[in-house]
């Protein structure tokens, strides 16, 4: 954030040259600015570039207001509040004003003789764009009042009258003037609450308690929905639809790599966690968006892999902490960078995220059954983009039928490497590696990552280990699991 101008009365803004702009003119002439510069105006949003974004960069140039429909963990909101960085840094407002005016053009009426009163020295004070992006979850008991109004019982007691526009408590919309206001989830607001929007955005003034106070409002209005919520739980009332003029069809991310992007982004993780076990969450995540045993009105929200992504890396910093895996911090604690997550760290997520997602009522009982056949179904797509024409069958050879390999959640990666079975070609483990990380692998699998691009111990155990899940998914090897231990022969 820079700092606000050193302007402070409306004839220092005069002198600046300032251009007053309506909120749809500066939102249009900003984007456009963008646009022909080559910038991305919309930073920290995947998977939209070539379907949403469009939709919604042509409402905004035509000056519309916009509503976004979309299952849960869409990225609307997220959506809704890049707005905020199409609006100038700071902009000037009368210094004091409830509605925020422009000291070119008040419109309350205590700011219309204030501006009277003072001339050239009607002091200004300055609004980051941040302040001017207001948010509203629609609730049920949301009132008029809380967006529009309402008399204000103390300043009448004060001594004024009622019909002085001074004992008027303005809400939400009318203080957001000059700004962007979002109501999530609107079809849950009443529908006599949604009545009182209409004004607001059509004709852009508000009445409050019979009085109709003519006050040129300067407002965006932006809502998002959920498409089920709009038909069924609560709708949006057929005049407030008409007064959108745009109304733009939300999606899950379209291709993986955008899938895997938003959990890269989103995820608070305590431990690394390759790109790998992220591939697999966003693919058991779209998997379940296909599935016909999920009730899919409701969506898999994206917020199920990142929860995934994170409690994945809270098993790998847990199994450092028990075990020792990982070097002591100054306060005693593992470091992060020193716990990494393997395949078997998966099953900890699943075993807390089937609440997450809403099966048919047809699969009572089988919840658990339908999780863990897409969670193969993903590891075993996952093999084939990283092991394809990769010849695994020295690897399955070790195995003499004696031979076993045990991993769980307790057993570290260096234990898992030093119970490897030596092979003919050694090589077949740097590859393997090499595979799912993308560079070489250190020849003694070494405790932690070194040089730069060489692999850790950890991210070593966890390639191996998802070839080792690739040969059972392909019976090549058989598993036993039990009491948080996998067993490979």
Do not use: C
Not at 29 to 40: H, S, V
Not at 416 to 438: H, K, M, Q, S
Request: hydrophobic residues 40%; negative net charge.
């Amino acid at each position: 954030m820079s700092t606000p101008p050193e302007i402070s009365t409306l004839a220092e803004l005069r002198a600046s040259g300032h251009r007053m702009r309506s909120l749809r003119e500066e939102i249009r002439e900003n984007l456009l600015a963008a646009l022909a510069a080559g910038e991305d105006p919309w930073p920290g949003l995947h998977g939209f570039g070539s379907t949403v974004i469009p939709q919604l960069e042509r409402a905004l140039i035509a000056g519309h207001d916009v509503v976004l429909l979309g299952e849960r963990g869409q990225g609307k909101t997220r959506l809704l509040r890049t707005l905020a960085g199409l609006l100038d840094e700071w902009s000037p407002v009368i210094a004091g004003s409830e509605l925020n005016e422009h000291p070119y053009a008040p419109i309350t009426a205590a700011s219309v003789a204030r501006a009277a009163i003072d001339g050239d020295e009607l002091p200004v004070a300055w609004r980051h764009r941040s302040e001017r992006y207001v948010e509203k979850l629609s609730t049920p008991d949301t009132s008029v009042a809380d967006l529009i109004g309402d008399v204000d019982p103390m300043r009448v007691a004060e001594g004024r009258r009622l019909g002085d526009p001074e004992t008027i408590h303005y809400g939400l919309v009318p203080r957001a003037n000059r700004g962007i206001v979002a109501l999530n989830e609107l079809p849950d607001l009443a529908e006599r609450i949604q009545v009182a929007l209409l004004n607001v955005m059509e004709e852009r003034d508000i009445q409050v308690r019979g009085y109709v106070l003519r006050l040129p409002l300067d407002v965006l209005v932006v809502a998002s929905a959920n498409p089920e919520d709009y038909t069924n739980r609560g709708r949006i009332i057929t005049p407030l639809k008409d007064r959108f003029g745009a109304e733009i069809r939300t999606h899950y991310p379209l291709e993986l790599a955008d899938e895997v992007a938003v959990i890269r982004q989103e995820a608070h993780l305590t431990a690394e966690v390759p790109d790998v076990l992220l591939e697999i969450l966003a693919r058991f995540t779209r998997a379940l968006r296909s599935s016909t045993a999920i009730n899919q009105a409701s969506g898999v929200s994206a917020r199920f892999a990142i929860a995934g992504a994170e409690t994945i890396a809270a098993a790998a910093r847990h199994r450092a902490a028990v075990r020792g895996e990982a070097a002591a911090g100054p306060d005693g604690e593992g470091l992060p960078g020193e716990a990494v997550a393997r395949l078997v760290d998966i099953d900890a997520a699943v075993d807390v995220l089937g609440g997450k997602v809403e099966f048919e009522s047809g699969e009572e009982g089988r919840e658990a059954e339908i999780l863990e056949h897409l969670l193969r179904t993903a590891v075993a797509q996952a093999v084939r983009e990283h092991f394809g024409g990769l010849d695994l069958g020295p690897l399955v050879d070790a195995f003499d039928g004696h031979r076993t390999i045990t991993t769980g959640e307790r057993v570290t990666a260096a234990e898992f490497l030093a119970d490897l079975p030596e092979l003919p070609d050694p090589g077949l483990y740097d590859e393997i590696t090499a595979r799912v990380n993308g560079s070489p692998a250190r020849p003694d699998g070494g405790a932690a990552a070194g040089a730069a691009g060489v692999p850790s111990a950890g991210e070593r155990a966890g390639a191996i280990e998802l070839a080792l899940e690739g040969l059972y998914l392909a019976r090549e090897l058989s598993k036993e699991t039990a009491d948080g231990q996998t067993v490979y022969g």
